[in-house]
Structure formats: structure tokens, C-alpha cells
């Protein structure tokens, strides 16, 4: 089976296999992974010529609830913050469900963003990058050093928003968390 991230509600597993994600719910893609054509075309395509659609890439972003799957970002804030001045920002993963730590399985990087009410574009606050997962010349697992997935920062912003965190696992993908502030 094509091995895509979950959807909405579908648990990933620590291998990555197995997710039971029912055909729907996968893009069109009816070649296998080791074939050339899995990958998408690009360029204009004839309708009924049987080419696979591509994905665009916020389709390949993962949402879920952060109570029950460990990939989902964590953003932990005042709901309410004051305006202009810095507050505390701690994006995290996995305190409901834990997410592994390994060699052959880890959170590579969360990234955090603000989008200011009524604004059109977003700004990227923060990147967190969690480089050492266990390798060694001895083999994976066998280093003395393992990041956790956790970043802190401060902001300050004008007006309330939205923030986002995006949440990169090795093996299952891109994650998002989301939450609003406001300011007072
Ligand atoms: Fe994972």
C-alpha cells in the first residue's frame, strides 16, 4: 500500500505501517512507489487520460486532536496576551501520546508561525530543529545524545492572530497545531 500520512483521526503507527487509511483517503496515485510514474506530472493534463493528479501541498499536512495522536503540535500560550509585549511560546508534541525518539524514528523540526487577524500573509517565528536522535559510528541507538521535541521562544505581536506549529516526523510527515490569541 502507498505509504501516505494520515488523515484527520487515523493513528499513525511508530513504523509507519498499517495506518488503515481506506482508499479514499488516499490521492490518485494508482502506481506503486518503486514505479517511475508514482511521481506526479506537472504541466497541463487532458481530462479522462488516466494521468494521476497532483497533490497540492497543504493536502499533505496532517491535522488531527493532540489528546490522541503524538504527532500533532502542542502551541502553549496565554490565550490572551498583551499587546506589544513579549510572552512565552512553547510548541511541543506527544504529552498525550508520546512520540519515539529513535535513530529510525524522530521529530526532525517544528516550525512556528503568526497570522495576524485580517492579514494576508504569515510570518514564520520560529524554528526549533532536534538534531540528535541516537546515532553513532557504533550504530543507530547507540549515541549518547537524543533532543527532545521541544522548543521555547518569545514573541510579541500587535494584535491577536492565529498561531501555527508544523511538526515534521521523519518517517510520518508534516503535522499542524493551531492556536488563537488575542490580545488585551
Ligand atoms: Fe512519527
Redesign the pocket.
Known amino acids: 500500500m502507498h505509504q501516505l500520512a494520515p488523515r484527520d483521526g487515523v493513528h499513525?503507527n511508530?513504523t509507519g505501517q498499517g495506518l488503515g487509511i481506506s482508499p479514499q483517503h488516499l490521492p490518485i496515485r494508482p502506481h506503486g512507489p518503486k514505479s517511475p510514474d508514482h511521481l506526479p506530472r506537472i504541466g497541463n493534463t487532458k481530462q479522462g487520460d488516466n494521468m494521476p493528479q497532483m497533490t497540492e501541498f497543504h493536502q499533505a499536512i496532517q491535522k488531527s486532536d493532540w489528546t490522541k495522536e503524538?504527532?500533532v503540535p502542542i502551541i502553549e500560550c496565554p490565550e490572551i496576551v498583551p499587546v506589544d509585549e513579549y510572552f512565552d511560546v512553547v510548541v511541543t508534541l506527544g504529552k498525550a501520546v508520546a512520540?519515539?525518539n529513535t535513530t529510525e524514528?524522530?521529530?526532525r523540526w517544528i516550525d512556528l508561525y503568526y497570522h495576524g487577524m485580517d492579514e494576508k500573509f504569515i510570518f514564520q517565528i520560529a524554528r526549533f530543529e532536534f538534531c540528535s536522535h541516537g546515532e553513532s559510528v557504533a550504530g543507530p541507538n547507540q549515541g549518547p545524545a537524543y533532543t527532545h521535541h521541544e522548543g521555547r521562544t518569545k514573541m510579541k505581536v500587535p494584535k491577536g492572530g492565529t498561531l501555527f506549529a508544523l511538526a515534521y516526523?521523519?518517517?510520518?510527515g508534516l503535522w499542524e497545531g493551531v492556536k488563537e490569541i488575542k490580545v488585551a
Do not use: E, L, S, T
Open positions: 499513525a511508530d503524538k504527532h512520540h519515539p524514528h524522530h521529530i516526523c521523519n518517517i510520518h
